[in-house]
């Protein structure tokens, strides 16, 4: 039983800056691979940032440079600090994760997600 709950999701203002949290919880033996994909209102979800156990990220295009993931693993949660918002951004950020549970359960996981919404 394994379960991600994001955070930190809102109403901004174009410009502005929002920090989303994703906690995973548990019988977690290791969690691998995390990201943060979003989903807009028709519109197909699609990666936004991923990151390796070991720090390693990439990013997609639209948010290179204005975004930032992070890790901390002690706390089994992941970040997505989300700098100079646009209204494109808008959409429901989803925390996803490559987890192996106590048995040797290996599984992709969701979170619920959380809204942002960028006012232009």
């Known amino acids: 039983q394994v379960q991600l709950v994001e955070s930190g999701g809102g109403l901004v203002q174009a410009g502005g800056s929002l920090r989303l949290s994703c906690a995973a919880s548990?019988?977690?033996?290791?969690?691998?691979?995390m990201a943060w994909y979003h989903q807009a209102p028709g519109k197909q979800r699609e990666l936004v940032a991923h990151?390796?156990?070991?720090?390693?990220?990439t990013y997609a295009d639209s948010v290179k440079g204005r975004f930032t993931i992070s890790r901390d693993n002690a706390k089994n949660t992941v970040y997505l600090q989300m700098n100079s918002l646009k209204p494109e951004d808008t959409a429901v950020y989803y925390c996803?994760?490559?987890?192996?549970?106590?048995?040797?359960?290996?599984?992709?996981?969701w979170g619920q997600g959380t809204q942002v919404t960028v006012s232009s």
């Open positions: 996803n994760a490559d987890i192996t549970a106590y048995g040797g359960i290996y599984n992709d996981y």
């Open positions: 548990g019988s977690i033996f290791s969690i691998h691979r």
């Open positions: 990151i390796t156990r070991g720090g390693r990220t």
